[in-house]
């Protein structure tokens, strides 16, 4: 993880469980950043999954909370062909 964080990103997006993302974004190494970065999470928009990125999340990089809009019948071949359609909400 530490190798990953340490390469430039632009954007890194968070595909987790609402229930497992404390224990994923607290896990990840911030300090390896070499620039500030965009974190995208597709965790359906909720409170708890944003109180965590901006407690986490370093100050100089964004965080863009999603909503993939798709479910698990219309996406259980995979999201091929499906639109992504996002509430974005920046803080």
Not at 43 to 58: G, M, Y
Request: hydrophobic share 45%; with cysteine; glycine share 6%.
């Amino acid at each position: 993880m530490e190798e990953f964080m340490g390469v430039e990103h632009d954007v890194i997006m968070i595909c987790t469980s609402i229930l497992s993302v404390s224990e994923v974004v607290k896990s990840i190494p911030f300090h390896c950043l070499k620039k500030p970065t965009l974190f995208a999470d597709v965790l359906s928009v909720k409170e708890h999954p944003r109180q965590i990125l901006l407690q986490e999340v370093p100050e100089d990089s964004d965080v863009v909370c999603t909503h993939p809009m798709i479910g698990p019948k219309s996406g259980k071949q995979g999201w091929n062909g499906l639109n992504f359609l996002a509430r974005f909400l920046f803080f």
